[in-house]
C-alpha cells in the first residue's frame, strides 16, 4: 500500500512539476496583453477575470507593451507561484524566448490573439493558440465595404481602398489580404486598392499611414478604408476629417467592435460606419478557463482555436454588445 502510494508520488513529481505549486495553494495564472489601453485588451482581462471568479482560482492581469516586461512578467508570475499564462505577446518574434523561459520556470503557456513566430516566420505550430479566423473575417469586410459602396452609389472611376496594413504580424495580414481578395473578387479595379503600412498598430499609426496616401492621391473622391483592426481604421478615418472628406465620402469598417463604441455612440454618423466585433468573451474566459483546467486536470487544450466575428454597425450595435455581456 505505502509502496503503491511512495511509487504514485514519484510517478507525480517526475512527470508534473506544476503539481507541487497546486497542492500549495489555489491555481493561479498571469493574463498578460501587450495594449492594456485598448478596450478590446480590457475585456479580455475582464472575461479572465469571471472565469476566475466563477471557477475558482486566481488570476494576474499584467501589461507588457515591450519584450523587457514580457520577460520579466513571466519571471516574477513564476516566483510569485504561478503555473501557466495566457498572453498576447507584443512582438511575436519573441515566440522562442517566451517558450524556453516559461519551460525553465514550469509554466504553461497558452497564445492569445497573436501567434508565436519562429525565427524563419513560420508559425510556431507547437504552442497552443486561441486566435481569429483572419482570412475570413477579413473577407467579410472586403465583402461589406463593395456592399456599402453600392448601396451609396459611389462612382467606381473616383473611389479607392485603403487598406492599412501591418503585415509583421500574421493576424493582421490575413485580415487585410482577406478584405483585399474579396474587394477584387466582387469586381473592385486592383488598381485602386493601395495600402498604407502602419508604423505602429495604435490610431496616430494609422492617422500618419492614411495621410500619406491621402496626399499622393488628391483625385480620389470616395474612400473604403479597411485595416487589422478598430484602431487602424478609426485612424485613418481622422485623417479624412482632416482632409475634408464629408462622412457620406468614406466608408471604414474595422475588426474587434469593442473599440469603436465611442465612435457608433457619436451624434451624427461619421465615415467609421461598421466593425466585425470579435468574441472578446471566448479570448479572455475561455483562454483562461481552458489553461485552468490544463494545470488544474492535465486537459490539454486544443492547439489552435480560431473564433469568428459578426458585422455591427450603428443601428444594432447597442443589442449586440449587450447580448454578449460587453455593455
Ligand atoms: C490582435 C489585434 C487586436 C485584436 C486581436 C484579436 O492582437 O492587435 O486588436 O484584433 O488581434
Same mark, same amino acid.
Given at each position: 500500500?505505502?509502496?503503491?502510494?511512495?511509487?504514485?508520488?514519484?510517478?507525480?513529481?517526475a512527470?508534473?512539476?506544476?503539481?507541487?505549486h497546486?497542492?500549495?495553494?489555489?491555481?493561479?495564472?498571469?493574463?498578460?496583453?501587450?495594449?492594456?489601453?485598448?478596450p478590446?485588451?480590457?475585456?479580455?482581462?475582464?472575461?479572465?477575470?469571471?472565469?476566475?471568479?466563477? +471557477? @475558482?482560482?486566481? &488570476? #494576474?492581469?499584467? !501589461?507588457a507593451?515591450? =519584450?523587457? /516586461?514580457? %520577460?520579466?512578467?513571466? *519571471?516574477?508570475?513564476?516566483?510569485?507561484?504561478?503555473?501557466?499564462?495566457?498572453?498576447?505577446?507584443?512582438?511575436?518574434? +519573441? @515566440?522562442?524566448? &517566451? #517558450?524556453?523561459? !516559461?519551460?525553465?520556470? =514550469?509554466? /504553461?503557456? %497558452?497564445?492569445v490573439? *497573436?501567434?508565436?513566430?519562429?525565427?524563419?516566420?513560420?508559425?510556431?505550430?507547437?504552442?497552443?493558440?486561441?486566435?481569429?479566423?483572419?482570412?475570413?473575417?477579413?473577407?467579410?469586410?472586403?465583402?461589406?465595404?463593395?456592399?456599402?459602396?453600392?448601396?451609396?452609389?459611389?462612382?467606381?472611376?473616383?473611389?479607392?481602398?485603403?487598406?492599412?496594413?501591418?503585415?509583421?504580424l500574421?493576424?493582421?495580414?490575413?485580415?487585410?489580404?482577406?478584405?483585399?481578395?474579396?474587394?477584387?473578387a466582387?469586381?473592385?479595379?486592383?488598381?485602386?486598392?493601395?495600402?498604407?503600412?502602419?508604423?505602429?498598430?495604435?490610431?496616430?499609426?494609422?492617422?500618419?499611414?492614411?495621410?500619406?496616401?491621402?496626399?499622393?492621391?488628391?483625385?480620389?473622391?470616395?474612400?473604403?478604408i479597411?485595416?487589422?483592426?478598430?484602431?487602424?481604421v478609426?485612424?485613418?478615418?481622422?485623417?479624412?476629417?482632416?482632409?475634408?472628406?464629408?462622412?457620406?465620402?468614406?466608408?471604414g469598417?474595422?475588426?474587434?467592435?469593442?473599440?469603436?463604441?465611442?465612435?457608433?455612440e457619436?451624434s451624427?454618423p461619421?465615415?467609421?460606419?461598421?466593425?466585425?466585433?470579435?468574441?472578446?468573451?471566448?479570448?479572455?474566459?475561455?483562454?483562461?478557463?481552458?489553461?485552468?483546467?490544463?494545470?488544474?486536470?492535465g486537459?490539454?487544450?486544443?492547439?489552435?482555436?480560431?473564433?469568428?466575428?459578426?458585422?455591427?454597425?450603428?443601428?444594432?450595435f447597442?443589442?449586440?454588445?449587450e447580448?454578449?455581456?460587453?455593455?
Open positions: 500500500m505505502i509502496g503503491t502510494l511512495l511509487a504514485a508520488c514519484t510517478k507525480r513529481a512527470t508534473s512539476p506544476v503539481s507541487d497546486a497542492a500549495a495553494g489555489p491555481i493561479k495564472i498571469g493574463f498578460i496583453v501587450k495594449q492594456p489601453e485598448v478590446w485588451f480590457q475585456l479580455e482581462w475582464k472575461f479572465a477575470d469571471q472565469a476566475a471568479r466563477e +471557477l @475558482g482560482f486566481e &488570476v #494576474v492581469k499584467i !501589461a507593451p515591450d =519584450g523587457e /516586461k514580457l %520577460l520579466s512578467a513571466i *519571471d516574477n508570475l513564476a516566483a510569485g507561484g504561478a503555473q501557466g499564462f495566457v498572453v498576447c505577446t507584443p512582438d511575436t518574434r +519573441l @515566440g522562442p524566448s &517566451v #517558450v524556453a523561459l !516559461a519551460k525553465r520556470r =514550469g509554466l /504553461k503557456i %497558452l497564445a490573439d *497573436d501567434r508565436f513566430q519562429n525565427p524563419d516566420g513560420t508559425p510556431m505550430e507547437g504552442v497552443h493558440y486561441l486566435g481569429i479566423s483572419a482570412r475570413k473575417i477579413g473577407e467579410s469586410v472586403g465583402a461589406a465595404l463593395q456592399a456599402e459602396m453600392i448601396a451609396r452609389k459611389f462612382p467606381a472611376a473616383d473611389t479607392a481602398v485603403c487598406a492599412v496594413t501591418f503585415d509583421e500574421d493576424t493582421a495580414k490575413a485580415r487585410t489580404d482577406g478584405a483585399i481578395a474579396a474587394l477584387v466582387t469586381g473592385f479595379s486592383p488598381d485602386r486598392i493601395y495600402q498604407a503600412p502602419q508604423k505602429t498598430t495604435d490610431i496616430p499609426g494609422s492617422f500618419d499611414a492614411m495621410n500619406i496616401l491621402l496626399t499622393q492621391h488628391p483625385e480620389v473622391k470616395h474612400w473604403l479597411c485595416g487589422l483592426n478598430d484602431s487602424a478609426l485612424g485613418a478615418v481622422r485623417a479624412t476629417e482632416g482632409r475634408g472628406f464629408a462622412a457620406d465620402k468614406v466608408i469598417i474595422g475588426i474587434n467592435g469593442t473599440d469603436c463604441i465611442a465612435e457608433f457619436k451624427k461619421t465615415g467609421f460606419y461598421a466593425s466585425s466585433l470579435l468574441s472578446a468573451r471566448q479570448h479572455g474566459y475561455e483562454t483562461a478557463k481552458m489553461l485552468f483546467l490544463w494545470i488544474k486536470e486537459k490539454e487544450p486544443p492547439l489552435v482555436t480560431n473564433t469568428v466575428g459578426v458585422m455591427i454597425n450603428r443601428d444594432n447597442a443589442q449586440t454588445l447580448d454578449q455581456g460587453i455593455r
